[in-house]
């Protein structure tokens, strides 16, 4: 049997999360943190919105999800995010032991794997799930934002 909840399902759920930034005016990255196939958290980046750099959708996924299980550790956990997590994000997801991170769109610039960041090392990572899909939803982003200014 087809299990129906597999990365690309989770990762959708995220890239709705990525178009509610959008919509918000924020860049568009979203997050979802999943424990057996149940969606626990729902995030998106508000750094506009907070007036915060640290208001990463992955940041406040980590404290929602820790915040629904009641722990801090998210050793059971995954987590979706449309576009690869920042250094910051990725010594955050250290801290949380979280046990896979799928993400869509590789970020050559600011992503932990240009910037040198570790995962820790119990931690799978699966890259380029919906890819396409998340960094056409960013290009769309800077070229809006540039015919505004
Ligand atoms: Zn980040």
Redesign the pocket.
């Known amino acids: 049997m087809i299990n129906p909840f597999d990365d690309t399902y989770f990762m959708k759920k995220a890239l709705q999360e990525a178009e509610t930034a959008f919509e918000k005016g924020e860049i568009p990255?979203g997050a979802v943190i999943v424990v057996e196939d149940r969606i626990i958290a729902r995030t998106h980046n508000l750094t506009e919105l907070l007036n915060d750099v640290?208001a990463?959708?992955?940041?406040q996924a980590i404290t929602s999800a820790a915040n629904f299980l009641g722990g801090k550790y998210l050793n059971k956990c995954t987590l979706y995010v449309t576009?690869e997590?920042?250094?910051?994000?990725?010594g955050?997801l250290y801290w949380s032991q979280i046990s896979k991170i799928v993400y869509g769109a590789s970020d050559e610039q600011?992503g932990f794997k240009t910037m040198g960041t570790t995962i820790h090392p119990k931690t799978e990572v699966v890259s380029g799930i919906m890819a396409k899909e998340a960094s056409a939803l960013m290009k769309r982003f800077f070229i809006e934002k540039r015919n505004l200014n």
């Open positions: 990255v640290t990463h959708a992955e940041m576009l997590p920042c250094q910051m994000c990725a955050a600011r």
